[in-house]
């Protein structure tokens, strides 16, 4: 079994999918059929697009990440490539990788291109510049040269809260974790948020003049814990993958021929000048042991029976627990509709 080390804290990353001879609780258990699922899915997203939502095609932001690219081959079989639009939308802070990945994931599936380079609007916007005014609240002397991102507390060996902290990085690569005032929290968080408002913008623009419907990429994990921007990343006409476990989203991204890069990429936010991984943005461990823990919450499974799936203590278990229920409440609102006084019954 392989061993990831996150916070200082070796965690064990379950081996490849293998049943077990007693049938007991394991990584086999997210065992997809990966045929019939994408035939499955792509049936769903051609009734959705042509006869519910009356479109001619789809618009797909396309980010080089695991969960975009299974999106957009999805759609790409369901509709046809000519019917999808992918869209990569890239600013200063972006990992070049992102941009080179996405036109490897187009061509592979045949898909028109649209690069829309949103650095200018969100310079024009206040994004940059509102930001870091919040963190020189911290760091006074942060500025050209400096780089940053915002890591949370491992749940494992917290104090069972959500602390997030601000990393920077000053021009001669040293680096400071700091703890953030709430203000200072919010106001980074607000002014970053600018950047997935401003790509789903951009996908909107793209859907309205080609009479597009406008797919959304988040996969189970991300959907149940609110990782994504309200009107922002989490604005979308469908959302084709939020039922499936990240683990499941991979072995369709084998089974659609998805290049072997993408799918060795690690899973990133590409937000924060600094490389940043999900794990350290948000979720407690690594996607493998998130999706365990999360289909044993789901499915009523002990603790006890989770640990044994995952190389965790039972204990261990419940704090991932604990920290799932936390933030399906903290974020539950991202999923309202806007609230009414009273319902129009005519709609």
């Known amino acids: 079994m392989r061993v990831a080390t996150i916070e200082n804290a070796d965690v064990p990353v379950p081996p490849s999918p293998a049943v077990s001879e007693d049938g007991e609780f394991s990584p086999a258990t997210l065992r997809l ?32 990440g695991i969960d975009s690219s299974v999106t957009a081959a999805l759609c790409a079989r369901a509709l046809g490539p000519q019917n999808v639009l992918a869209v990569l939308m890239p600013e200063k802070d972006s990992d070049c990788e992102s941009l080179r990945l996405g036109h490897l994931v187009a061509d592979r599936f045949g898909l ?30 942060f500025g050209p040269g400096w780089a940053c991102k915002v890591v949370i507390a491992n749940a494992l060996h917290g104090s069972g809260y959500n602390i997030t902290f601000l990393v920077v990085q000053a021009p001669d690569g040293t680096q400071r974790k700091l703890r953030m005032p709430l203000d200072v929290y919010l106001g980074i968080v607000a002014a970053t948020n600018m950047k997935q408002r401003t790509r789903k913008q951009i996908e909107y623009y793209h859907a309205d003049r080609l009479n597009y419907a406008v797919a959304g990429t988040p996969n189970r994990l991300e959907y149940d814990q609110g990782f994504f921007v309200k009107n922002g990343d989490g604005a979308a006409d469908l959302k084709p993958i939020a039922h499936l476990y990240k683990s499941q989203v991979y072995q369709l991204a084998a089974h659609l021929g998805v290049p072997e890069e993408v799918r060795r990429r690690p899973p990133t936010t590409d937000t924060w000048s600094l490389a940043q991984t999900q794990e350290e943005f948000y979720f407690s461990l690594p996607y493998p042991l998130m999706d365990l823990c999360l289909y044993g919450l789901n499915n009523g499974l002990s603790a006890a029976a ?33 609230l009414l006084v009273e319902p129009v019954l005519e709609i």
């Open 33 to 64: 059929d990966a045929e019939t699922e994408a035939q499955r899915i792509a049936a769903a997203i051609r009734e959705q697009v042509t006869r519910r939502l009356r479109r001619r095609g789809v618009v797909v932001g396309l980010s080089g």
């Open 306 to 338: 989770v640990g044994r799936a995952t190389g965790l203590t039972a204990e261990q278990v419940e704090r991932v627990w604990r920290d799932i229920e936390a933030k399906r409440r903290a974020t539950r609102y991202l999923h309202e509709a806007p």
């Open 112 to 141: 028109r291109t649209v690069t829309e380079d949103i650095e200018p609007t969100l310079t024009a916007a206040g994004c940059y510049e509102r930001r870091d005014a919040r963190i020189r609240k911290l760091v006074p002397e």
